[in-house]
């Protein structure tokens, strides 16, 4: 009698893993090309390099992907996963790429990726300090900052005219709107469909109402090849690296959190000795090899846990075919043009909605602890006063040296130590029964995120 296979490990037809693959797509699309083109206004790059960062910035997610989602070796979680730069990521390239060169930059990724792989066998001892009372306060902020992030794509950069533009916020809002009817309305697999066809919905009318411009997307070559070391060979400055290997700390931290959630969401008990370092080992090969293309880190992106939690699609064979279709996109040059093309408040629309569901998940976890406990409610109040100031109050570190705005400023950093650590004092110091009340019981599903 043939063995049912795990729903993670089952593989769809060719159509179904097409079309979900490419909803996983749409979602996560904006991220990598924002980022490029952040990086090429800041530093001013030439056009032609830029063209060529967003095709490794591509190539090098599509891969990532595919090892997150396959798994090589020790590399990749077997997890449906996918990569992106991450925001704090491109913000610590770019201020040290100020501070120093853009060469000194690329050199700190390489750094920080052998770092991931040093520091990797004493943060697996740390495990145990990563509670669910720790995962659901990570998860809230990773979903309140990416909305945050994705606000700012829909209402524009303030100061500038299109600041608040009412047809940005319209679409955006209108896109938001789609998404939720398409999943009241759809049936079946059409309705785990519903972020997609809102965002082509939202596109649609983005159309009709003269705001989609696809001028670009056939100027310019058909084919896009990355280069190594873009920038000239890599200069290694310890000092100048150490805020992006302090970042891999809080990475690892964030890798930690994902894969618990993810093999929640799909239903998987979480191995943390075994999952969480074949995440993480991931993210070390994958911002090495970005590192040697030009690109800020390469990591695990919460970004599609929402999506995976929205439709129930569980496979992993699905965000590999997202990954295959990042690497089809790095090669040819146009289609990434297309996606770029699409406008960024359906974007944002799309986004937040995903997002949002994250937050969600954060709070399901939270709700199965009990915070009747004085110590894990001040843990989780203490957290969010951290994490969240930053992230609502942009550039209140501002008059910091530059070095502590990168760490200060990136209210999920700061969150997430912040609840690593008042967790640490309520429940591994003093006296552990004052954090303990009556049925404080561990946090359901137990099997998928107790600590070994």
Same mark, same amino acid.
């Given at each position: 009698?043939? =063995?049912?296979?795990?729903?993670?490990?089952?593989?769809?037809?060719?159509?179904?893993?097409?079309?979900?693959?490419?909803?996983?797509?749409?979602?996560?699309?904006?991220?990598?090309?924002?980022?490029?083109?952040?990086?090429?206004?800041?530093?001013?790059?030439?056009?032609?390099?830029?063209?060529?960062?967003?095709?490794?910035?591509?190539?090098?997610?599509?891969?990532?992907?595919?090892?997150?989602?396959?798994?090589?070796?020790?590399?990749?979680?077997?997890?449906?996963?996918?990569?992106?730069?991450?925001?704090?990521?491109?913000?610590?390239?770019?201020?040290?790429?100020?501070?120093?060169?853009?060469?000194?930059?690329?050199?700190?990724?390489?750094?920080?990726?052998?770092?991931?792989?040093? %520091?990797?066998?004493?943060?697996?001892?740390?495990?145990?300090?990563?509670?669910?009372?720790?995962?659901?306060?990570?998860?809230?902020?990773?979903?309140?900052?990416?909305?945050?992030?994705?606000?700012?794509?829909? /209402?524009?950069?303030?100061?500038?005219?299109?600041?608040?533009?009412?047809?940005?916020?319209? %679409?955006?809002?209108?896109?938001?709107?789609?998404?939720?009817?398409?999943?009241?309305?759809?049936?079946?697999?059409?309705?785990?469909?519903?972020?997609?066809?809102?965002?082509?919905?939202?596109?649609?009318?983005?159309?009709?109402?003269?705001?989609?411009?696809?001028?670009?997307?056939?100027?310019?070559?058909?084919?896009?090849?990355?280069?190594? &070391?873009?920038?000239?060979?890599?200069? &290694?400055?310890?000092?100048?690296?150490?805020?992006?290997?302090?970042?891999?700390?809080?990475?690892?931290?964030?890798?930690?959190?994902?894969?618990?959630?993810?093999?929640?969401?799909?239903?998987?008990?979480?191995?943390?000795?075994?999952?969480?370092?074949?995440?993480?080992?991931?993210?070390?090969?994958?911002?090495?090899?970005?590192?040697?293309?030009?690109?800020?880190?390469?990591?695990?992106?919460?970004?599609?846990?929402?999506?995976?939690?929205?439709?129930?699609?569980?496979?992993?064979?699905? =965000?590999?075919?997202?990954?295959?279709?990042?690497?089809?996109? /790095?090669?040819?040059?146009?289609?990434?043009?297309?996606?770029?093309?699409?406008?960024?408040?359906?974007?944002?629309?799309?986004?937040?909605?995903?997002?949002?569901?994250?937050?969600?998940?954060?709070?399901?976890?939270?709700?199965?602890?009990?915070?009747?406990?004085?110590?894990?409610?001040?843990?989780?109040?203490?957290? %969010?006063?951290?994490?969240?100031?930053?992230? %609502?109050?942009?550039?209140?570190?501002?008059?910091?040296?530059?070095?502590?705005?990168?760490?200060?400023?990136?209210?999920? /950093?700061?969150?997430?130590?912040? /609840?690593?650590?008042?967790?640490?004092? &309520?429940?591994?110091?003093?006296?552990?029964?004052?954090?303990?009340?009556?049925?404080?019981?561990?946090?359901?599903?137990?099997?998928?995120?107790?600590?070994?």
């Amino acid at each position: 009698m043939a =063995t049912i296979p795990h729903p993670v490990d089952a593989v769809l037809p060719p159509r179904q893993l097409f079309a979900f693959g490419l909803q996983h797509l749409l979602v996560m699309i904006a991220s990598p090309v924002t980022a490029v083109f952040a990086v090429g206004r800041a530093l001013d790059l030439p056009a032609t390099l830029t063209a060529n960062l967003v095709s490794a910035t591509l190539l090098v997610c599509g891969l990532g992907t595919l090892v997150q989602s396959l798994g090589v070796w020790r590399f990749g979680s077997r997890l449906p996963f996918v990569m992106v730069p991450g925001g704090a990521p491109v913000f610590i390239f770019l201020g040290i790429a100020t501070l120093a060169d853009v060469q000194t930059a690329s050199g700190a990724v390489l750094v920080t990726a052998a770092c991931y792989v040093l %520091l990797l066998p004493v943060f697996a001892r740390c495990l145990r300090f990563f509670p669910p009372v720790v995962i659901g306060t990570m998860l809230l902020l990773v979903g309140v900052n990416l909305i945050a992030v994705y606000g700012g794509v829909i /209402a524009g950069r303030p100061g500038t005219p299109a600041f608040g533009d009412p047809a940005s916020l319209g %679409l955006a809002m209108a896109t938001v709107l789609l998404t939720v009817l398409f999943v009241r309305v759809l049936p079946g697999t059409l309705g785990q469909l519903a972020v997609m066809f809102g965002l082509v919905a939202g596109t649609l009318l983005a159309a009709a109402a003269g705001m989609l411009r696809l001028d670009a997307v056939f100027a310019g070559p058909a084919l896009s090849l990355p280069t190594a &070391f873009p920038f000239g060979w890599p200069k &290694f400055n310890l000092a100048a690296s150490l805020p992006m290997v302090l970042f891999s700390v809080i990475s690892m931290a964030e890798a930690t959190s994902q894969t618990v959630a993810v093999s929640e969401v799909v239903g998987r008990p979480v191995d943390r000795r075994r999952d969480v370092p074949r995440t993480i080992l991931g993210d070390a090969l994958m911002s090495l090899l970005g590192g040697c293309l030009g690109t800020a880190l390469i990591i695990t992106s919460g970004e599609n846990i929402g999506i995976v939690r929205a439709t129930g699609v569980r496979s992993r064979y699905v =965000t590999a075919a997202c990954g295959a279709m990042l690497v089809v996109l /790095a090669l040819v040059a146009p289609l990434a043009r297309l996606a770029n093309a699409i406008p960024a408040p359906v974007v944002g629309g799309t986004a937040v909605v995903v997002f949002a569901i994250i937050c969600g998940m954060g709070i399901d976890i939270l709700r199965r602890v009990d915070l009747h406990a004085p110590g894990n409610l001040y843990t989780v109040a203490a957290a %969010l006063a951290i994490g969240l100031l930053p992230i %609502l109050v942009p550039g209140m570190y501002g008059r910091f040296p530059a070095a502590l705005q990168i760490i200060l400023g990136n209210g999920l /950093a700061m969150g997430t130590v912040a /609840a690593v650590l008042f967790n640490i004092v &309520f429940h591994h110091l003093g006296r552990p029964a004052l954090a303990a009340g009556p049925g404080d019981a561990p946090a359901a599903p137990a099997q998928a995120v107790r600590a070994p």
